[in-house]
């Protein structure tokens, strides 16, 4: 942790789907962490393990069969309990800028890459003026690696990597206290991968500066910033994350600082290790079986169906202890454990 006051506080976070026939499906389940001021916080787990819908619940995204519980506290906003309006004017782009995980859903398919950052910037920057609005969608879109020669394109004449791009430098535009990145580099080559990542830190590093505010006695205007990154990419997690939480089947199994988790003594939860294992880089070796349904979840550990160290007392849910919600974790340093 940084030492900073959270940015985001979220505490027992529920997503329960209503299926018809009465049928539920617990999308995420009892999700509790912060994300601090110059902090990155790094969401990883399999496709399917909820990490999306939590994204989606932050910002007021979800379909009308979802039923949401506990709070997720922005400074004293909750996200949850907020309101359509209040959402809509005062949270989406200003407090939380939300890279998303469909780019070419997310732009507008009659409009320019230049007409829609322009407008962006006028709305949360109040910047106006033909030549200035211009001169500043070109500023927002090289933060994002994306090409000048491509503004005046529309979203269906980009490749998914521009799209996301694209998605990306509208994002930024409002340097929102809270930056929420559902996949940020779908369709990235490696190079562009690490830009991306890096100019998304960048945001967090910036903390209190004064580029804009034209007087350093302005400063305690600024309001720190935080980077929650949901990604596959373990790669692009270790470059930039200060922490890493790890989900699975809706739940958060580990929650521990990225330099434990990727260094030593690495992952506590065996399916933390197991992610890791299955890297090219490292053993190769893909965790058996699959994920349960998320309908049809145990009434204990999800993973013991997939775990060589499972025994009956797995049949119980393991609470989050220290860094890792196991019955059965794999040996941590005290000091690495005592840290985070």
Known sequence: MTGRTPVLSVRGLSVRFLMPGGRGVAAVTDAHFDVAGGECLALIGESGCGKSVLASALLGLLPGNAQTAGAALLGDLDLLAADERTLARTVRGRLVGLVPQSPAAHLTPVRTIRSQLEETVAELTGVRGRTALRAA???????????????????????????????????????????????PTTGLDRDLVDRTVDELRR?????????????????????????????????????????????????????????DFFGAPGPRHPYSRGLLDALPDRAFTPIPGLPPELGALPGGCAFAARCDRASDACAVQPPLTGTAACHHPHAALTEAADRA
Do not use: C, W
């Not at 979203?155 to 994002?171: F, I, K, N, V, W």
């Not at 990154?229 to 809706?250: C, F, K, N, P």
């Open 137 to 183: 969608a070109e500023k927002a879109a090289a933060r994002a690696a994306f090409p000048a020669d491509h503004l005046d394109r529309h979203p269906h004449e980009l490749s998914g990597g521009l799209a996301q791009r694209a998605a990306t430098a509208l994002a930024l535009v409002g340097d929102a206290p809270l930056l929420l990145a559902d996949e």
């Open 203 to 259: 945001h967090v590093d910036n903390t209190n500066d004064v580029d804009n505010a034209g007087d350093a006695d302005n400063t305690a205007d600024h309001r720190d910033r935080a980077l929650l990154m949901i990604t596959h990419d373990l790669a692009a997690a270790e470059r930039v994350a200060d922490r890493i939480a790890v989900m699975y089947a809706g739940r958060i199994v580990e929650l521990t600082r990225a330099a």
